[in-house]
C-alpha cells in the first residue's frame, strides 16, 4: 500500500476512491476502522470511510487515530485525510481536532488544507470557499441539517476548531508551481504555521498542490486534492497506472433509491423522478416518531412497485420542513429516526431481492450500509464526479451508489443504471 485515506464519511470516502481509482491506482474501500492486522491484499490505495464529521470530536478523533494506525502498520506511505469539499464541521470539530490528532501521530510540522473540487463547483480564493459562483456562507450549505456552514472564510473555521495555527498560501503561488509552494511551505513552519490553507479554483491547481506534497505524511483535503497525489508515485517508479473500469457488472435483482439527503441537488434529482412518474414514497421525521410509518411498510410499498424502474424512498424535504421537525424533536432525534428508518428499509430489501441499493446522503448511506453488513467496496465507473458504482467484496453482493447530497446533475437517480451489466 502507498496510500492511506481516512474520510468523515462514506460518500466522501467512495468520492476520494474515485478519484485516487480514476488515476490508476488498485483502490479499496473499506468500511469502519479496520481490526488490527488487517489484510488489504494487493491494494495500493485504502480509505476507510467512517462515520465521524457529526459525533462527538473526542470519538471522531480515537476513531481516526486507529485507522491511520492500521493504514500505517499495513504500509501506507502517506496519510490523507478526507472531509467535505463543503468543509462541513462546526466549532466544536471535526475537522480541526481530527486534524491536530493526525498530525502528531504523522509526526509532521505541516500540512495542507484544501477541500477545493472544481469538478463539482467548489473552489477556494484568498482562502474563501466558494460553491458555484456563492461564497460557502451565501450557498445553500448555510442551512444544511448537520453543520449548517455559515462563514466562507477556511482559516477563520479552521481556526476555531484547533489551537494550531493555520495560514494562508494565495493561489499566485500555486500559479508559480510546486517549488515555490514548497518554498512557501517551509516558510510557514519556519512561522510556526501548522495548517496551511491552498488556495485552487482549477485542477491544475490541485496537480501542482499534490505535486508539492510528495513526501508529506499528513495532506488534508478534498477528494481534488488526490488528483496529484498517485503521480508523485509514479515519477519514483513505484506505481504503473492502470486503466480505470467504464462500466460494471452487477448482481442480479432489484434496484431502489434511498434518498435522505436535503441537500439542494438531491432535492432537484427528487423532483426530477417524481416528474418522471417513477414511484416515489416521501418520509416526514414526525410520522415516524409517531409511529405513523414504518420500515415494514415502507419495503412492502417498494416490494409492489413495477420492477423495471427502481422505486424512490425519500425524506429530502425543503429547510423550512427540516427546521420545523428540528424544533419538534430536535437535531440529533429527527436525524436518527430517518436514517434508522431508511436502514431499516434497505435490510428488508436486501432480504427480498433487491441487490442494487443507490443512496444519497453521507450520513444516510453510512447508516444504509451498516444495516446492510457490507464491510468493504471495490471502486467501479464514474457515474457523475465524485460519485463511482461501487460492488460490495464478499457477502452480501450488492451494487452500491453512495452518492453525496450535493452531487450529481439532475438526472441521476435515471441515469445511474445505464453504467451496470
Ligand atoms: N425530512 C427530514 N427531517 C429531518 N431530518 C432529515 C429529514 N430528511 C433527512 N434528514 C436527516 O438529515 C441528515 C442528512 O444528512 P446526509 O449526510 O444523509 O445528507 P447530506 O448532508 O445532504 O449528504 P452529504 O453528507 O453526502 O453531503 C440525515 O441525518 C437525515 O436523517
Ligand atoms: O467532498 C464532498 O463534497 C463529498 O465527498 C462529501 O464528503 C459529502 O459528504
Known amino acids: 500500500m502507498l496510500l492511506g485515506a481516512v474520510a468523515d464519511d462514506l460518500t466522501g470516502a467512495t468520492d476520494l476512491a474515485l478519484m485516487i481509482a480514476r488515476q490508476g491506482m488498485k483502490t479499496v474501500q473499506v468500511i469502519g476502522v479496520p481490526e488490527p492486522g488487517a489484510d488489504f491484499g494487493d491494494a495500493q490505495a485504502v480509505v476507510v470511510a467512517l462515520k465521524s464529521r457529526t459525533i462527538p470530536a473526542a470519538e471522531a478523533v480515537a476513531m481516526s487515530l486507529r485507522s491511520a494506525e492500521r493504514l ?26 481530527v486534524a491536530d490528532a493526525l498530525l502528531a501521530f504523522t509526526g509532521s510540522d505541516l500540512a495542507i488544507v484544501c477541500p477545493a473540487f472544481p469538478a463539482t463547483g467548489r473552489t477556494i480564493y484568498r482562502g474563501h470557499l466558494f460553491v458555484g459562483d456563492l461564497l460557502l456562507s451565501d450557498s445553500s450549505m448555510k442551512d444544511h441539517p448537520l453543520t449548517p456552514m455559515r462563514d466562507a472564510s477556511l482559516v477563520r473555521v479552521l481556526q476555531r476548531q484547533t489551537p494550531s495555527p493555520v495560514g494562508l498560501v494565495p ?121 405513523r410509518i414504518t420500515a415494514q411498510q415502507v419495503a412492502d410499498w417498494a416490494e409492489g412497485q413495477p420492477v423495471d424502474r427502481a422505486p424512490l424512498v425519500y425524506s429530502s424535504a425543503d429547510p423550512s420542513v427540516v427546521r420545523a421537525v428540528q424544533d419538534k424533536l430536535g437535531v440529533e432525534r429527527s436525524g436518527a429516526l430517518v436514517e434508522d428508518l431508511l436502514a431499516d428499509v434497505a435490510r428488508r430489501l436486501a432480504s427480498r431481492g433487491f441487490t442494487r441499493f443507490l443512496v444519497a446522503g453521507g450520513e444516510t448511506s453510512g447508516a444504509v450500509v451498516a444495516a446492510l453488513g457490507v464491510q468493504a467496496l471495490e471502486i467501479g465507473p464514474e457515474i457523475d464526479p465524485g460519485v463511482p458504482w461501487t460492488r460490495s467484496i464478499g457477502s452480501p453482493d450488492l451494487a452500491l451508489a453512495l452518492k453525496s447530497g450535493n452531487f450529481g446533475t439532475p438526472d441521476f437517480f435515471l441515469k445511474a443504471w445505464r453504467v451496470l451489466d
Open 72 to 97: 500505517k502498520a499495513a504500509g501506507a506511505e502517506q496519510i490523507f485525510f478526507k472531509y467535505c469539499s463543503t468543509f462541513d464541521s462546526t466549532d466544536a470539530g471535526n475537522i480541526g481536532p
Open 171 to 291: 493561489l499566485e503561488v500555486v500559479e508559480a508551481g510546486p517549488e515555490a509552494l514548497r518554498e512557501a511551505f517551509d516558510r510557514a513552519r519556519r512561522a510556526g504555521t501548522r495548517f496551511v490553507v491552498v488556495d485552487a479554483v482549477r485542477d491544475a491547481h490541485l496537480r501542482t498542490i499534490g505535486a508539492a506534497a510528495a513526501g508529506m505524511a499528513l495532506v488534508t483535503g478534498g477528494s481534488g486534492l488526490a488528483m496529484g497525489l498517485p503521480g508523485n508515485f509514479v515519477k519514483t517508479g513505484r506505481l504503473v497506472p492502470r486503466t480505470p473500469a467504464d462500466r460494471m457488472r452487477a448482481p442480479r435483482g432489484r434496484a431502489v433509491v434511498l434518498a435522505g439527503s436535503c441537500s439542494a441537488a438531491t432535492r432537484g434529482q427528487v423532483q426530477t423522478v417524481i416528474d418522471q412518474g417513477i414511484p416515489a414514497f416521501q418520509l416526514d421525521a414526525l410520522a415516524i416518531a409517531e409511529n
